[in-house]
């Protein structure tokens, strides 16, 4: 593919890794970034462009979309301001690659997806575990007949997010839109809902805000339509330690799976026996394969019409936890 320019909103730690990732596929150009972070666009400098050419700089994003002659944006801003920079960039005609969460409520994404709709261009939410193997392994299991009916589902996440993101604009309600739950908790909750084969139907939560002004720790049950319950705890109040990220589900066919960081152990039907899975296949970065939608060489595996489901369970469980635990139906 050739000639396609991309821009960035926002420059921080998140937005580095995507621009090495994207300088690495051919034909593909960073030509500006926005960010009113002189510091944040000197460090996405030194990180992606290695001394090299580097992109025009603007403050302010909407200068950017005026002046410059793009094909795509990807937005890695604070929650908050995601809806209105997705929406002037879908209107200056131009395809969206967006980190999670898409917005931070469901009216807000009704409005974005209007928005694409109307312009008639791509636009797509940076999940990447869409994309990986293993996940993708997973989700075949449950739709093999044999796996039966999703009985259980247990989801849980550990994170030093209380520590490590002290004193950062995520911390902070006006420009996160929530805490823990919406950031890294929004990829839990979307394999939830891209693994199922099901609608969730109602949803309790128990949240503490350990003192800051956004969820820290959430612990959440939920019941889907077909009558599968299930369980997602995002713990943020972790120690200093890496990531521990745990999936478990079993059917009624005699199966189940259960996924440990990043490893996969498989019973099959009656047999009892815990396999450790070979996975096929390889990962696939949201920014590859984002290139290959825009380019028409493949459907988009993240639309953001998907995000719906992860913002109705967000918004039930803040619900619920802001009323003691009591149950949320969802519509």
């Given at each position: ?269 009656d047999s009892g026996k815990f396999e450790e899975e070979q996975i096929p296949g390889e990962d696939v970065s949201p920014d590859r394969h984002f290139v290959e939608v825009v380019a028409g060489r493949c459907e988009n595996e993240s ?29």
């Open positions: 593919m050739s000639g396609l320019r991309f821009g960035f909103i926002g420059a921080g730690g998140i937005a580095r890794g995507h621009g090495q990732r994207l300088l690495a596929i051919d034909g593909v150009e960073i030509a500006a970034l926005a960010d009113p972070s002189g510091d944040s666009l000197a460090a996405f400098g030194e990180a992606v462009f290695n001394g090299g050419p580097r992109a025009k700089h603007y403050d302010d994003y909407r200068e950017m979309l005026e002046k410059e002659k793009l094909d795509a944006v990807l937005v890695c801003s604070p929650h908050t301001l995601h809806t209105e920079q997705i929406i002037d960039s879908l209107r200056a005609g131009l395809h969206v690659l967006a980190e999670k969460p898409l917005a931070c409520s469901e009216e807000e994404t009704h409005r974005i997806i209007g928005e694409a709709e109307k312009a008639g261009r791509q636009l797509m939410v940076s999940f990447q575990r869409r994309l990986k193997a293993v996940q993708r392994h997973m989700r075949s299991i449950i739709r093999d007949p044999g796996f039966g009916k999703v009985l259980t589902v247990a989801s849980f996440v550990s994170q030093s997010w209380l520590t490590s993101q002290r004193g950062t604009w995520r911390q902070k309600l006006a420009l996160s839109g929530g805490g823990q739950l919406n950031d890294t908790g929004a990829h839990i909750i979307d394999m939830v809902m891209w693994m199922l084969d099901d609608e969730v139907a109602e949803v309790s939560a128990f949240i503490e805000n350990r003192g800051c002004e956004v969820d820290i720790d959430s612990a959440i049950s939920y019941r889907t339509k077909g009558g599968a319950v299930g369980t997602l705890t995002v713990m943020g109040s972790s120690p200093k330690c890496p990531m521990w990220e745990d999936m478990t589900i079993n059917g009624d066919g005699g199966s189940a799976f259960f996924y440990r960081r990043g490893k996969l152990w498989v019973v099959r039907g639309p953001a019409r998907d995000f719906l489901r992860n913002i109705k369970f967000t918004e039930a469980a803040w619900q619920s936890a802001a009323n003691g635990g009591k149950p949320v139906a969802l519509a």
